[in-house]
């Protein structure tokens, strides 16, 4: 496929093949594939590139890269989950918790990895929605048990919403796993 691009520029099944293989290669060639998928885009919008690109630029913590090619990407498939939840890391990362919360919300659970739930948790209480962080926090939680370290922060959030019971239970469970931690 690399000869064929090399002889024919304007190939976009070559392209798109190529930027294929690369992103499926073992080890992962990202950074190869993502210059394959933009020479693609150049040339043509399919919905899998826009896909594949905003993976492999995550992937190599390229976020400014991946989000405009996630907004590029959602104004031609707006209902793509995939692209949404790309967008939803990259904007997190990019600490733009406003956006990243509204795409994370956007995204199915089941779509979502631990660390994606947490982060949700994270975008939702950085933008005062505690509420909404709550939920994905305890959606952590009961995911993973160990994950003790939000303990305080869903504590923290009942207790600012002044709903001191249930702040209460969070703030005995970190006590229980952490005797000495003072500020529970």
């Known amino acids: 496929y690399l000869k064929i691009v090399f002889i024919d520029p304007k190939n976009t099944k070559a ?6 293989i690369l992103y499926n290669a073992k080890p992962r060639r ?25 993976s492999a630029y995550n992937s190599l913590k390229n976020y400014d890269k991946s989000y405009s090619y996630e907004i590029e990407g959602l104004v031609k498939y707006p209902d793509d989950i995939l692209l949404e939840k790309n967008a939803a890391i990259a904007s997190f990362n ?45 959606k952590v939680i009961k995911k993973d048990s160990t994950q003790s370290s939000l303990f305080m922060d869903i504590a923290n959030s009942y207790f600012r919403n002044k709903e001191n019971e249930k702040a209460v239970k969070y703030y005995a469970e970190k006590i229980k796993i952490d005797p000495k931690y003072e500020p529970a």
Do not use: R
């Open 15 to 20: 392209y798109l093949n190529a930027a294929t």
């Open 30 to 54: 990202y950074a190869d594939a993502a210059t394959m998928y933009e020479k693609y885009l150049s040339l043509d919008k399919s919905k899998e590139a826009y896909e594949n690109i905003t």
């Open 94 to 138: 990019l600490k733009k918790y406003d956006e990243a919360a509204k795409y994370y919300k956007a995204v199915p659970d089941s779509m979502l990895s631990i660390n994606d739930l947490k982060n949700a948790g994270a975008s939702f209480s950085t933008i005062k929605a505690d509420s909404i962080a709550i939920m994905y926090y305890e």
